[in-house]
């Protein structure tokens, strides 16, 4: 009768080294430690944050001397003084928390409907489709859609033709703050479905049905069921497109053709254009002061968002 030899597959060996490895230089004493392993490279990176906004904050301090074009060694806080009397400045930060605002405002209008169809569809294809459309802006930069809005809204323009078909002369639709507006909102749908679709996803079909056999028709179950139990869906997606819209610096800069300029705008300019880095670090920490004051009061009237999402359950 013939034997048969069980063959020990060679990667199993390298395996079972890798691990004996393993324990001699982490021993098991040391499991306890392995969460704040994990945490390191997130607090690395919140270190290299910190270090680098107060480089920024010292270079605040310092005016830039005119006859050499380089930082005074004196500290002062000119740059902030210049940055609050001059009324541009103002009406920059004006036009980005606006515009923040009603971007976030729009594309949670428009987001929510999308992620509620998407989640609830039971068509397997159309849910496909809407997550192959949702992904697909990823892969082209913020930068080369800003730039394709240019030919589609342009005098020449694919609208403006359109418009020529019935009469209509050419309007200007680029350059101008609800170009800016538009190019945001379409750049940050996404995002709102993204933060929102877990939130509808958390809600159990069940409900919808036994408010629905209760007499709720579909707008009172929207309204009194769905909308309240997506409110964390809702102040994390507002959060994430209203950070990112109050910072954004390529669709002003684009569409708004160097007529809309945001904070962001601002800082390049200063940083790039000028060379006073200490006026440019100065924004940036008003950009900072401005982006963390909203946040909070957002926190402590709406809640943590997605943050809270699993609080009720303890």
């Known amino acids: 009768m013939r034997s048969y030899r069980t063959a020990y597959p060679f990667r199993w060996r390298v395996m079972d080294t890798l691990e004996m490895l393993a324990r001699v230089l982490w021993p098991n004493r040391f499991s306890g430690a392995v969460p704040y392993l994990m945490l390191a490279p997130a607090v690395l990176l919140v270190l290299l944050l910190v270090i680098g906004m107060a480089q920024i904050a010292d270079s605040s301090l310092h005016v830039l001397d005119r006859s050499t074009f380089l930082p005074s060694a004196d500290f002062t806080l000119a740059n902030y003084q210049t940055a609050l009397?001059?009324?541009?400045?103002?009406?920059?930060?004006?036009?980005?928390?606006?515009?923040?605002?009603?971007?976030?405002?729009?594309?949670?209008?428009?987001?929510?409907?999308?992620?509620?169809?998407?989640?609830?569809?039971?068509?397997?294809?159309?849910?496909?489709?809407?997550?192959?459309?949702?992904?697909?802006?990823?892969?082209?930069?913020?930068?080369?859609?800003?730039?394709?809005?240019?030919?589609?809204?342009?005098?020449?323009?694919?609208?403006?033709?359109?418009?020529?078909?019935?009469?209509?002369?050419?309007?200007?639709?680029?350059?101008n703050y609800p170009a800016v507006l538009f190019g945001l909102v379409q750049y940050m749908l996404p995002f709102a479905v993204l933060m929102l679709a877990p939130a509808i996803t958390a809600i159990p079909e069940e409900?919808?049905?036994?408010?629905?056999?209760?007499?709720?028709?579909?707008?009172?179950?929207?309204?009194?069921?769905?909308?309240?139990?997506?409110?964390?869906?809702?102040?994390?997606?507002?959060?994430?497109?209203?950070?990112?819209?109050?910072?954004?610096?390529?669709?002003?800069?684009?569409?708004?053709?160097?007529?809309?300029?945001?904070?962001?705008?601002?800082?390049?300019?200063?940083?790039f254009r000028t060379s006073d880095q200490g006026m440019g670090a100065a924004l940036t920490l008003f950009l900072v002061g401005i982006g963390s004051l909203v946040v909070g009061v957002i926190f402590t009237v709406f809640g943590a968002g997605t943050l809270a999402m699993g609080r009720g359950k303890k």
Do not use: C
């Open 207 to 271: 409900i919808e049905s036994a408010a629905s056999s209760l007499g709720a028709n579909w707008w009172r179950t929207f309204t009194h069921v769905i909308l309240p139990m997506s409110k964390p869906g809702l102040v994390g997606a507002g959060l994430v497109v209203l950070t990112l819209s109050l910072t954004d610096f390529a669709m002003p800069a684009v569409l708004g053709g160097g007529s809309q300029d945001f904070i962001a705008n601002a800082i390049y300019d200063q940083f």
């Open 85 to 175: 009397r001059q009324p541009l400045y103002w009406m920059i930060i004006w036009r980005s928390l606006l515009g923040a605002a009603v971007v976030t405002l729009l594309s949670l209008i428009f987001a929510f409907p999308y992620a509620y169809l998407m989640v609830r569809t039971p068509s397997a294809l159309l849910r496909k489709f809407l997550l192959i459309a949702l992904f697909l802006p990823f892969f082209i930069g913020q930068v080369v859609r800003a730039y394709g809005w240019l030919i589609i809204l342009g005098n020449q323009g694919v609208m403006n033709e359109m418009l020529g078909w019935v009469g209509i002369e050419p309007q200007r639709l680029l350059f």
